[in-house]
């Protein structure tokens, strides 16, 4: 009977279905892991993003016209 048991204890374990409680449970333990940036790093590492994508853009665009501008030389009236 103790097999029973156990094997009924393992099942109900992995039994499929969503816990609504154990989720927000798991969710805040996990939550209280994290390592949350100061307002310092945040900051600076935002603006960082920001001037990287306006490079990035800036660079590509000159690279557009560039190319725009040898195909009106080659292919122009």
Known sequence: ???KDEAQETQEITAPGFNPTGF???TKE?????VWPSRQQLISESLAVLLMVILSASLI???????NWGAGKVFGP
């Open 1 to 3: 009977m103790a097999k």
């Open 24 to 26: 927000f449970k798991e």
């Open 30 to 34: 996990e939550l209280d892991k994290v």
């Open 61 to 67: 665009y000159l690279v557009d016209n560039f190319f």
